[in-house]
């Protein structure tokens, strides 16, 4: 019944019955908002637990993203459904702030903030950096066109694709590991007010837990950080040793600079 | 203090700062100054008409600016139209009593927990400060209070799907902004209502569009 009524104008009270399609009422894009802000959570939080296998060596990390190219259409699936949900996170979050810029067109010239953390007045920018930074991840490790080497690692033992010496190849250059380090941190500031707010969104707050959500989205937030800026940092402090196979030789860099497609080396034997 | 300012400027043949007030005790919630940047100053839980001048220091200054919402057009100098607030309250904020004999005083009975939750959420005077304090604009804690009040009785509950749809439509109709849960609106409440009423109408909201899916 409610759906045959004329919409109201501003100055009529709504009686009863009246609404707006869930999507569109305020609440509704919040609602949305924190469930395609969980869904890339999740995504962040897999992603972080997958990259730290490779502190267990080329082995095992390689055998990880074998194992999930070797879902074939299942990963497509997986890619669409994380790519629905961010593009949906990206929409609402633009629609949400432009709509809120216009609630507040004229700001004060004593311009006070109380209560409101950073992170949680920066959402957009923070935002619009970490999907900066999602394109160029793309390009670089899962498209792998931003480096050439790439293209050139020889297959692992098991004739695997090289991700191990792949992302240390990537992170020796203090420029991308900068980059990376500054976006996930970005990243996890978003997270620090997001997390806390997806709860909000959701209800699932109260006056008693709103304090320990905080810390719990904070906390959160803080170990995702550690955990992804652990392999750029151990690359850059040596820690992570190349595969005997992958460490150019004078040759092989001359090789490289010429763009020859030839493999930097064919001689097997990982190190782990 | 505006007061003397303005019985100064009667004197002269300016015009007289228009501001809103009424009780002048914290009651009404008619007075919307935005002290230094803060709706209601910087004393906090505490409405502009009852904060003392002693907190401030001997010359400093002091800003003085009104309310600012696209929802809450300026009439005049500091006076605001806050008349988007009654509408969002005739669209679902009250409990239809039909005619009848008196009932009987607490023939309902109401936990005390709900009654004092309710009582904490009644404690909105509808000030707007919330509205003014919010970076978007949003009037999610007052319609959460609103909601939340009547939510957590018995009185309320007939009609608490109608009402969360309605009150959030209307606030949504008016050109509130959205809650980007800043916490802000909290920190400058005159009547200290926390966040947790957003949550709790955000509950109310979700489940009642649940319940008219069929
Ligand atoms: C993997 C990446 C991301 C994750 C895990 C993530 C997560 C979240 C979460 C959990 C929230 C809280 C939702 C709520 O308030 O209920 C949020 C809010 C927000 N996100 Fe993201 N986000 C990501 C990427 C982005 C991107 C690329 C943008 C770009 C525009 C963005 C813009 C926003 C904005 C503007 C908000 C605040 C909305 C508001 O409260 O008004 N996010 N995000
Ligand atoms: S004048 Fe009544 S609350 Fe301030």
């Known amino acids: ?272 | 203090m505006l007061d003397i300012v303005n019985e100064e400027l009667a004197k002269t043949d300016i015009e007289p700062i228009h501001f809103d007030h009424d009780c002048r005790e914290g009651i009404c919630g008619m007075c919307s100054l935005v002290i230094n940047g803060v709706p209601h100053g910087p004393q906090a839980a505490t409405t502009a008409c009852q904060l003392h001048m002693r907190s401030f220091k001997d010359g400093d200054a002091i800003y003085i600016e009104p309310f600012r919402a696209r929802a809450f057009p300026v009439i005049k100098d500091t006076i605001v139209d806050r008349s988007a607030f009654d509408r969002i309250m005739q669209a679902g904020g009250f409990v239809s009593v039909n005619t009848g004999g008196t009932p009987d005083a607490n023939a309902i009975a109401i936990p005390k927990t709900a009654s004092e939750s309710a009582m904490d959420s009644a404690a909105c005077i509808g000030c707007g400060a919330c509205v003014a304090a919010c970076k978007n604009g949003s009037a999610m804690l007052f319609v959460g209070a609103k909601v939340s009040q009547f939510a957590d009785l018995p009185q309320g509950q007939p009609e608490k799907t109608a009402r969360a749809k309605a009150m959030v439509a209307q606030m949504d109709t008016e050109g509130f902004g959205n809650c980007s849960n800043y916490s802000e609106c909290e920190a400058v409440c005159p009547k200290d209502i926390k966040v947790s009423v957003i949550a709790k109408m955000n509950r109310e909201y979700l489940s009642a569009t649940v319940k008219t899916l069929s």
Not at chain 1, 38 to 48: A, D, Y
Not at chain 1, 55 to 73: R, T
Not at chain 1, 89 to 106: C, D, Q, S, T, Y
Request: positive net charge; proline residues 4%; charged residues 10%.
């Open chain 1, 1 to 272: 019944m409610a759906s045959t009524q004329t919409p109201t104008t501003k100055k009529q009270p709504q009686q009863n019955q009246s609404s707006t399609p869930f999507t569109s009422a305020s609440i509704g894009k919040k609602v949305l908002m924190a469930f395609s802000g969980i869904v890339s959570f999740g995504f962040v939080l897999g992603h972080m637990l997958g990259n730290l296998q490779i502190f267990l060596g080329q082995e095992q990390i390689n055998a990880y993203a074998h194992s999930l190219h070797a879902l074939g259409a299942g990963i497509w699936v997986i890619r669409i459904v994380l790519l629905f949900f961010f593009v949906l996170h990206i929409f609402l979050g633009v629609k949400l702030k432009a709509e809120n810029l216009r609630a507040k067109p004229v700001g004060y010239k004593f311009n006070e903030t109380v209560k409101a953390s950073l992170s949680s007045r920066t959402m957009i920018w923070t935002g619009v950096t970490i999907l900066a930074f999602f394109i160029f991840h793309i390009l670089h490790y899962t498209a792998r066109i931003t480096d050439p080497r790439f293209l050139q690692l020889s297959l692992d033992l098991a004739g695997r694709f090289d991700v191990y010496s792949m992302v240390i190849l990537g992170f020796e250059s203090p420029l991308i590991s900068g980059f990376y380090i500054l976006a996930v941190g970005l990243l996890c500031f978003h997270l620090s007010h997001g997390l806390y707010s997806m709860f909000q969104s959701l209800g699932l707050t109260t006056k008693s837990t709103s304090k320990m959500l905080h810390k719990f989205a904070h906390l959160v937030a803080l170990v995702l950080f550690l955990g992804f800026a652990a392999v750029p940092v151990a690359v850059l402090a040596n820690q992570l040793p190349l595969p005997n196979s992958e460490i150019p030789t004078e040759e092989a860099l001359d090789t490289l600079t010429t763009e020859s497609p030839n493999q930097i080396s064919t001689d097997s034997g990982g190190v782990r």
